[in-house]
């Protein structure tokens, strides 16, 4: 059996990743989401164990210091971080992972796995990007400000990735992720 591709598409808060990733697996079978775990409050309408693992600070912190996680970001008071078990078993049986993550933790992926894809997703515009950040209106404004600027430094390490992919239209946007990954994985495109 053929191992399975790694995929991590990064890219600011606010630009549409994980809608993005969303129609990426509802089109393919194959492609295994791993939940990350996170010590930040649950915003409404997420599941746990579906939008992340939501754990104490201290979980998180043990779980670090076991090697069980394949990588992590402390962001905006919070930590982040990929459960490993999962994404090596996945990729084991053949099936393609895909990591939605920072680019802190992009970089540390592909220190582990030199194979790994990293896609890059780009708003069409600053301005933009910053509208939409503030549209989500379930936060403060300092928390607004954080992740603003948080998006400015993200916007910076785009070119440090495999691809970038502009999100300008939706379907574009998967269609064009969908395409990496054929190539990525040898298929014809
Ligand atoms: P949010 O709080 O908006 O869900 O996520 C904040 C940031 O954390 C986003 O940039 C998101 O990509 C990143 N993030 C989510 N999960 C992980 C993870 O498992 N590892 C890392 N390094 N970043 C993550």
New binding site residues.
């Given amino acids: 059996m053929t191992r399975g591709k790694l995929f991590v598409i ?4 606010g630009v549409g ?1 994980g809608t993005i990733c969303k129609k990426l697996f509802e089109a393919d079978d194959n492609l295994r989401f ?1 939940v ?3 010590t ?1 409050a649950p ?1 409404e309408g997420e599941v746990e164990g579906k939008d ?1 693992f939501f754990v104490s600070k201290e979980r998180f912190e043990e779980l670090l210091q076991d090697g069980q996680l394949l ?3 402390k ?2 008071d ?1 930590y ?3 459960p490993r078990g999962p994404v090596v078993e996945w990729m084991e049986q053949g099936y393609d992972v895909l ?4 680019y ?3 970089f ?1 992926v592909r220190e582990a796995y030199p194979e790994a894809v990293l896609v890059f997703i780009a708003p069409p515009s600053v301005e933009e990007l910053k509208a939409r950040i503030r549209g989500r209106g379930t936060e403060t404004e300092e928390q607004i400000e954080g992740r603003i600027a ?1 998006a400015m430094d ?1 916007m910076a390490q785009a070119d440090e990735f495999d691809y970038l992919v502009l999100n300008d239209d939706l379907n574009t946007a998967v269609w064009k992720v969908q395409q990496v990954m054929r190539i990525e994985k040898g298929k014809e495109v």
Avoid: C, W
């Fill in positions: 990064s890219g600011p808060s990743k791993s990350s775990m996170t930040r915003r992340y990588e992590y970001n962001f905006v919070n982040y971080g990929t990591l939605e993550i920072d802190h933790g992009a540390q948080q993200d």
